[in-house]
């Protein structure tokens, strides 16, 4: 099975922490995600908090004004560009069929519990 260059780092950055060798980073190991809202910015804090609650490094929040809308390129490229591991959407899943070859995850959490 080929490894993705995020899966090499993480694997990399698990032998280091394991045998005791600090890299400077809380989040060694940890995939980092795109947080995605639709509509209106308040969408994102559930997202904050289901993403600090597995320890998943934010690395970009999109607030797009439509669930696949022009900002969900944006939101692509990150995956593809193998910069983050996963997206947490707070509205209905987009066109994720794609996700499971690119190594990458989406993820919906129910609404106010921070829990999926």
Do not use: N
Request: glycine share 12%.
């Amino acid at each position: 099975m080929r490894r993705t260059p995020l899966q090499r780092l993480r694997c990399a950055r698990l032998a280091d922490s394991a045998a005791g060798i600090p890299d400077g980073s809380s989040d060694a190991g940890r995939a980092g995600v795109v947080l995605y809202a639709t509509g209106q910015p308040s969408g994102l804090a559930g997202l904050r908090l289901y993403a600090r609650a597995r320890k998943w490094p934010v690395v970009a929040e999109v607030v797009d004004p439509a669930p696949g809308g022009g900002l969900w390129s944006s939101t692509l490229h990150l995956i593809r560009s193998q910069r983050v591991a996963g997206v947490l959407l707070d509205g209905p899943l987009v066109d994720t069929a794609w996700l499971e070859d690119a190594s990458a995850f989406a993820v919906r959490p129910a609404v106010g519990t921070g829990m999926s």
